[in-house]
């Protein structure tokens, strides 16, 4: 009988590496809290650098999963027992699944804005996270504010939840750069009226074609990036957002009102990552991710024989990590369930 | 002798052959958090000194940092220690702890 692996989390590195090793001949099964696979995928509508769809890339991720894969939603595990090499999963339902590897895909939840008090999410109707932006441009809807106004001009704030000890993360989300960029140029081109300014520390424009969205935001979109971290936002009379930042490459105090304050919210290690690394012992970095056995070549292996992972679990990355990251945790499964000797290399 | 308005332009570059660091080596022992400062400017633009004066306190450790001390002295009298640089800096840097022994150190080489 073939070996049978179980997969904890539906998103894309979840429906990658399922496909893979279904592929390769394994038995699958996929575990998914939710009543949809596609994880976050399901809530962007354009992805960077090249402003695709969303949906195509979920549809292809869709396309790999053959009917082999034994897929349950709504599903959350609740415990994992291991005996003789074997994996022992239950899940809500008190159901128990046996299994010879397990691959943990459970991803990153996004950084909850209103921890980050001095810029007024959840208080200030017009204060917005990115994900709801693009909720908006999911919608079709026509974009404007909470009193119904098409804005005018809206800021983008970088970072928020990411690289900044009070909130204690301290590293980089890795997309929201990109993100912004990407955003700020939809506006433009929903609202060609609408003025885009982003709030950054560093620009971060390191994947392939980044540099270049960046450099049509500047000249085809207009958008204008000022280099200084808002130190907080208040809302004025008319609902619109007054802004403090310094301008530091001008060395000069700032202030602009935006009719939409939108906030780059970054990714911290979600619910089901903690819940797994606690029911299995797994450990985790100092950053709450899953800690992996080397950061250069065991980047699927974590300190548990058996136990894989892939994708945001370890930290934050792009869709296109992602997909990699779980192709690369399949043919490190299968060279484990396999004993192919390059496994030797690992011990 | 006819003035041509034209006068002898002092250098504008930092030196980094001849500056005095000594004061960012004191305030990197006794306050080792000033490494980290990636001059973000957001302790500028929360300081109430800073709205009204030209006093810029991300500038400033810069100017420190590289060893220009020239006006350092008269530009940190404007600090009022009132430390909401502290509280909002997200490299959780003690600016005000820097400020307040940058004055120790400029008070004890005088
Ligand atoms: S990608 Fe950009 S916005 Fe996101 S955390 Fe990194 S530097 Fe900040
Ligand atoms: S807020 Fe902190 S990191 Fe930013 S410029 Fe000020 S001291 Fe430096
Ligand atoms: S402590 Fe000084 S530098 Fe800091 S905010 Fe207050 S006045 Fe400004």
């Given at each position: 009988m073939s070996k049978s692996v179980i997969v904890i989390g539906g998103g894309i590195a979840g429906m990658e590496a399922s496909a893979y090793l279904s592929a390769m001949g394994f038995n699958v099964t996929l575990f998914e809290k939710d009543e949809k696979l596609g994880g976050h995928l399901l809530n962007w509508e354009r992805l960077?650098?090249?402003?695709?769809?969303?949906?195509?890339?979920l549809t292809f991720l869709k396309k790999g999963m053959d009917d082999k894969i034994k897929v349950h939603t709504n599903s959350n595990i609740t415990k994992i027992n291991s005996e003789n090499g074997k994996y022992f999963v239950t899940?809500?339902?008190?159901?128990?699944?046996?299994?010879?590897?397990?691959?943990?895909?459970?991803?990153?939840?996004?950084?909850?804005?209103?921890?980050k008090e001095e810029y007024g999410y959840g208080i200030y109707d017009n204060v917005i996270t990115s994900a709801e932006l693009e909720t908006m441009f999911l919608s079709g809807k026509p974009i404007v504010n909470k009193q119904g106004k098409v804005p005018k001009r809206i800021g983008f704030v970088h970072c928020v939840g990411s690289r900044d000890r009070k909130v204690g993360n301290v590293y980089c989300s890795k997309v929201c750069c990109v993100t912004a960029v990407k955003q700020a140029t939809e506006i433009r081109e929903h609202l060609p009226e609408c003025e885009t300014y982003c709030f950054y520390m560093d620009l971060r424009m390191y994947g392939a074609k980044f540099e270049e969205l960046y450099n049509e935001a500047q000249e085809k979109y207009g958008v204008t990036f000022i280099r200084g971290r808002l130190s907080e936002a208040n809302e004025t009379i008319d609902g619109s957002l007054l802004v403090k930042v310094e301008d530091t490459l001008v060395g000069r105090p700032l202030k602009m009102t935006v009719d939409l304050l939108v906030l780059m919210v970054g990714f911290e290690p979600s619910k089901g990552t903690k819940d797994i690394a606690k029911i299995l012992n797994l450990s985790t970095n100092s950053n709450g991710f899953i800690e992996v056995a080397d950061e250069h070549t065991l980047t699927n292996v974590?300190?548990?024989?058996?136990?894989?992972?892939?994708g945001t679990t370890t930290s934050p990355r792009t869709i296109t990590n992602t997909i990699n990251d779980a192709r690369a945790a399949a043919a490190e499964i299968a060279c484990y369930l396999n004993l192919y000797t390059i496994q030797s290399r690992n011990n | 002798?006819?003035?041509?308005?034209?006068?002898?332009?002092?250098?504008?570059?930092?030196?980094?052959?001849?500056?005095?660091r000594t004061l960012f080596y004191f305030l990197k022992r006794v306050e080792p958090s000033i490494s980290l400062c990636i001059g973000c400017g957001t302790c500028s633009a929360t300081c109430t000194a800073g709205q009204f004066t030209q006093f810029d306190l991300h500038k400033i450790m810069l100017y420190v940092r590289r060893g220009e001390k020239v006006h350092i002295a008269n530009e940190i009298k404007k600090c009022m220690l009132c430390g909401k640089c502290s509280l909002v800096c997200p490299k959780g840097i003690n600016t005000r702890n820097i400020i307040f022994q940058t004055r120790k150190f400029i008070h004890s080489n005088k």
């Amino acid at each position: 009988m073939s070996k049978s692996v179980i997969v904890i989390g539906g998103g894309i590195a979840g429906m990658e590496a399922s496909a893979y090793l279904s592929a390769m001949g394994f038995n699958v099964t996929l575990f998914e809290k939710d009543e949809k696979l596609g994880g976050h995928l399901l809530n962007w509508e354009r992805l960077f650098p090249t402003k695709r769809l969303g949906s195509e890339v979920l549809t292809f991720l869709k396309k790999g999963m053959d009917d082999k894969i034994k897929v349950h939603t709504n599903s959350n595990i609740t415990k994992i027992n291991s005996e003789n090499g074997k994996y022992f999963v239950t899940n809500d339902n008190n159901e128990i699944f046996e299994a010879d590897a397990l691959l943990i895909t459970t991803g990153y939840d996004l950084f909850d804005a209103r921890r980050k008090e001095e810029y007024g999410y959840g208080i200030y109707d017009n204060v917005i996270t990115s994900a709801e932006l693009e909720t908006m441009f999911l919608s079709g809807k026509p974009i404007v504010n909470k009193q119904g106004k098409v804005p005018k001009r809206i800021g983008f704030v970088h970072c928020v939840g990411s690289r900044d000890r009070k909130v204690g993360n301290v590293y980089c989300s890795k997309v929201c750069c990109v993100t912004a960029v990407k955003q700020a140029t939809e506006i433009r081109e929903h609202l060609p009226e609408c003025e885009t300014y982003c709030f950054y520390m560093d620009l971060r424009m390191y994947g392939a074609k980044f540099e270049e969205l960046y450099n049509e935001a500047q000249e085809k979109y207009g958008v204008t990036f000022i280099r200084g971290r808002l130190s907080e936002a208040n809302e004025t009379i008319d609902g619109s957002l007054l802004v403090k930042v310094e301008d530091t490459l001008v060395g000069r105090p700032l202030k602009m009102t935006v009719d939409l304050l939108v906030l780059m919210v970054g990714f911290e290690p979600s619910k089901g990552t903690k819940d797994i690394a606690k029911i299995l012992n797994l450990s985790t970095n100092s950053n709450g991710f899953i800690e992996v056995a080397d950061e250069h070549t065991l980047t699927n292996v974590t300190n548990l024989k058996g136990v894989f992972v892939a994708g945001t679990t370890t930290s934050p990355r792009t869709i296109t990590n992602t997909i990699n990251d779980a192709r690369a945790a399949a043919a490190e499964i299968a060279c484990y369930l396999n004993l192919y000797t390059i496994q030797s290399r690992n011990n | 002798m006819a003035d041509f308005g034209y006068k002898i332009q002092e250098d504008r570059q930092i030196n980094y052959d001849s500056n005095d660091r000594t004061l960012f080596y004191f305030l990197k022992r006794v306050e080792p958090s000033i490494s980290l400062c990636i001059g973000c400017g957001t302790c500028s633009a929360t300081c109430t000194a800073g709205q009204f004066t030209q006093f810029d306190l991300h500038k400033i450790m810069l100017y420190v940092r590289r060893g220009e001390k020239v006006h350092i002295a008269n530009e940190i009298k404007k600090c009022m220690l009132c430390g909401k640089c502290s509280l909002v800096c997200p490299k959780g840097i003690n600016t005000r702890n820097i400020i307040f022994q940058t004055r120790k150190f400029i008070h004890s080489n005088k």
